[in-house]
């Protein structure tokens, strides 16, 4: 096998000549990803899958593909559209397409229609469903969800305790009860407990038969021990590989993106001269500049003006001057004349520079930095 640098130089000559920035994502990382945390969680426990928001900005299509053909049957999406898309591609009777934010008015049909199951969300959710239960005169697939601390979506306890003896939930088919963790990426902290405390109370309110089954664990909770998994796991930015301190050494993710621009041009600056617009940067020596043809259009944050790094040559080049719609610019001062040139490409972030860092020195997170990148990416997958 080639040596990882050149099989990506061998990957980026494959790129069409006008493409300005590239993503690469590696689908072997995210099955391999998939398996082993369905190797670490509890014997019985399913690990599903939280494709929304396109994959968290990766591509739903091709890593729904593999995660399915990887065993994986359960899938969550956060509205109906998304869902369609993953039914249309993969129609098959054995996925699970789950709706986190619900079934809203009027949209009972999709749901029907599309063999999707809603996560019902409020107390006018669960007798919207249980209503176009009872006109369909059958039961309906659903997951309950219950407010534990997230303040977000869920039934509060004392809502609960009306909805649990109301004989609409004799028309509910719940697959799962189910609760959102605040704050288990801290693995520390008092809240987890507290969270899993009040689900299982909130549980015993309903009739066993309604409660059997539960999902409680996001990508960081499921590290908390095997009380957190229940019966059925959602884990996101793990599956990509991104991982927190609660994971310590308990799982080797790999993460899956790369992602690159190419270098437009290089210059010399002369010593005292600024940069870019509201002359942001000050040249304190001369200064030669590399012109990257990616921008804030393309998911990287105005905030990252004069803060953190590019890859050229697998070697730093800081990011000086304020970062532009279509460019930002990278010091190559201290790299040979000869060693950077127009066409090559620098490396924004990836497994050198990792993601998660990047996102730091823009004041953000994975999260947004993986969801906001633009349409002009040339997406490569390989596996």
Known sequence: MLPYNT???????TVPPQAPCVLHI????????????????RKGALCAAVLKADAYGLGQDAIGATLYEAGC????????DE????????????LNLYIFNGVLPRTEDYFIEHNLIP?????????????HAQKLSRKLPCLLHIDTGMGREGLPYDVLKEVAKSPLLDNLEIR?????????????????????????????????AKASLATFANSSGLTLGDNYQFDLVRPGMALYGYKNESYGTLLDLKPCLRTFARILLTRHIPKGETLGYNCTHTCKRDTRVALVSVGHRDGILRAASN?????????????????????????????????????????????????????????????????????????????
Request: proline fraction near 2%; glycine fraction near 4%; charge should be positive.
């Open 7 to 13: 099989y990506m130089q061998t990957l980026l000559e």
């Open 26 to 41: 590696d689908l072997k990382a995210i099955r391999e990803n998939y398996l082993s945390l369905q190797g670490f969680i």
């Open 73 to 80: 049957r359960d899938f969550f999406f956060a509205y109906i």
């Open 83 to 94: 869902a369609l898309q993953a039914r249309k591609k993969f129609p098959h009777k054995d």
């Open 119 to 131: 996560c019902l969300i409020s107390q006018e959710q669960v007798e919207r469903w249980a209503c």
């Open 176 to 208: 799962y009860v189910m609760s959102h963790m605040a704050n288990s990426n801290n693995s520390g902290s008092q809240k987890n407990k507290l969270q899993l405390d009040r689900f299982l109370k909130a549980r015993r309110l309903l009739p066993k």
């Open 307 to 383: 803060k953190g790094y590019v890859l050229i040559n697998g070697k730093k080049a800081p990011i000086i001057g304020t970062v532009s719609m279509d460019v930002l610019m990278a010091d190559i001062t201290d790299q040979p004349e000869s060693a950077v040139r127009s066409n090559m490409w620098a490396e924004i972030y990836g497994d050198i520079t990792s993601t998660r860092d990047f996102a730091e020195n823009e004041g953000t997170s994975v999260y947004e930095l993986l969801v906001r990148h633009g349409t002009r990416y040339h997406r490569i997958y390989t596996s």
